[in-house]
């Protein structure tokens, strides 16, 4: 992901209206990630593409619960009820308006996989999408605003929680979910003097030892970074004690920490788990809450014990799984949903307001990191069950069947209702028909149309060119 540059008050582009995006490729999908990040470096709640130069309808909006990314976003509905609130934005730096919107909006548009979506918003979020799809039409909060103010710069606080005297911290990470957690903190003023990674790993075909996500991030942030193999070692123990941290900070690191680091900063070690505490404890809480069927999960900021996912919970945040979200989108939602609560949950700890609600151990259940054959697909199973298990496995390590022999990846599923012919008649795994790019297939109990599919050593391609390009008379999978 790039940082790119925003445009500000009279660039021409911020006042064009932006094209209609066609197809959501993989280069609309750096676009949304470039913006991405350039809005959490800017510490915005939303970007549209023509404030960074790009004249797509394309919009990132996270309110607190998201990011949602939205390509030809459209407001289908919106309340008679309003609210009149203060407006910022990054294009116009400096500056605040009273706008009035309405309270509450309904928007559908594409999802960064290109499927239609539908998002519900009230309060910030309603403000934050409005605001946005403005800007996809050229109109800037300054031409709705009935008063605009310019925002004095302020002045240094002696005690704040982002200013002298910084809380310290390190931080310990090392996958993608992980980083927006270390990024908050420094958007957040908290001065992280030591990452705490695991160590390189070979990467491809060549074997090349490739950095964690989280290494590549501190050292493009000029922070020192540590890749120890054993946390406990002596060596380790000591240079996360030389940091004197306020707060240890962990998110997906990877190893359990033992007691002579636990017992390091003043305040706390808090983790940033990705689940509803006590349930799905362990390595992989995401991919086994979709497996599951989970319509709701959020993350846990909990303080950390020697045992494993079981310490006292701090904050808890919820949000909503989409009936075909998929582990690769939850992953990114969760990962910031997750940072903003690790900077909550440390200023409370720092102010003396923070809460600890022990967890019910009676409730506790785990989620295992998968095993070998847990990514086959069992055609027997209910329709719901492959569906959730494609989800789950996708983009990785990807949901795996078989057709006359050839081993393939499910890449994407729906589920459909039965229609035409008597089907569910039909055993497990048998080709009901196609639709569109569609392939209609029997599950043990339901139907459910795969979409796409990637035959082993080649390219992703639709099911329906997949199965338009093998031999005729296998109408089975599995």
């Known amino acids: 992901m790039a940082v790119l540059e925003i445009r500000t008050f009279d660039d021409p582009v911020l006042r064009k209206k932006a094209k209609e995006v066609k197809r959501v490729n993989n280069s609309v999908r750096k676009i949304f990630d470039d913006m991405l990040e350039t809005m959490r470096m800017a510490q915005g709640v939303g ?3 023509p404030q960074v130069g790009i004249s797509k309808r394309l919009i990132v909006v996270d309110a607190g619960d998201g990011p949602y990314f939205l390509a030809n976003p459209e407001v289908v509905a919106r309340s008679k009820e ?10 116009w730096p400096g500056y605040v ?15 960064r996989d290109g499927h239609e979506v539908w998002v519900e918003g009230e309060g910030l979020l309603a403000r934050a999408l409005l605001h946005e799809i403005d ?3 050229g109109i800037l909060f300054v031409d709705r605003a009935t008063t605009i103010t310019e925002v004095p710069k302020e002045e240094t606080s002696e005690v704040s929680f982002d200013d002298s005297p910084r809380l310290s911290c390190v931080f310990m990470g090392s996958p993608e979910f992980a980083v927006p957690s270390l990024d908050e903190l420094i958007n ?9 990674t695991q160590p390189p790993k070979p990467y491809g075909r060549k074997k090349v030892l490739k950095a964690t996500p989280v290494e590549e991030r501190a050292r493009e942030l000029g922070i020192e970074v540590i890749t120890p193999q054993r946390l406990a070692d002596r060596e380790v123990v000591e240079k996360i004690r030389s940091a004197s941290p306020d707060f240890i900070a962990v998110a997906a690191y990877g190893q359990k920490l033992p007691p002579e ?5 003043k305040y706390a070690c808090l983790n940033v788990h990705p689940s ?3 349930k799905y404890r362990g390595g992989n809480p995401i991919q086994r809450q979709i497996m599951a069927g989970e319509k709701l999960t959020g993350v846990s900021i909990i303080y950390m014990t020697d045992r494993m996912d079981a310490g006292d919970i701090c904050v808890q945040k919820c949000l909503e799984i989409g009936p075909d979200e998929t582990f690769g989108t939850l992953e990114k939602r969760l990962a910031v949903l997750g940072a903003h609560a690790l900077v909550e949950a440390m200023f409370l700890v720092f102010t003396g307001s923070a809460g600890r609600t022990p967890q019910d151990e009676g409730k506790a259940t785990y989620a295992p990191h998968l095993k070998p054959g847990e990514e086959i697909i069992d055609w027997n199973r209910t329709a719901q069950d492959v569906h959730n298990l494609v989800r789950a496995l996708s983009p990785v390590p990807g ?6 022999d050839e081993r393939i990846k499910v890449w994407e599923t729906r589920l459909i209702a039965p229609s035409g012919r008597a089907m569910g008649k039909e055993s497990p795994g048998v080709i009901l028909g196609t639709e569109g790019d569609m392939i209609k297939v029997q599950c043990g109990q339901g139907i459910i149309g795969i979409l796409k599919v990637q035959p082993e050593g080649k390219r992703p391609m639709t099911a329906r060119a997949f199965l338009l390009g093998r031999r005729k008379g296998i109408v089975k999978f599995g």
């Open 47 to 49: 970007l549209a593409a």
């Open 82 to 91: 309003t609210e009149t609130k203060w407006e910022g934005c990054l294009s």
């Open 97 to 111: 308006g009273e706008v009035e919107r309405p309270l509450k909006v309904s928007v559908k548009g594409l999802d």
């Open 135 to 137: 800007h996809l039409d």
């Open 188 to 196: 957040n003023g908290v001065r992280v003097s030591l990452v705490v």
């Open 261 to 265: 680091i636990l017992a390091i900063p």
């Open 276 to 278: 509803l505490l006590p």
């Open 399 to 404: 949901a795996v069947t078989v057709f006359d």
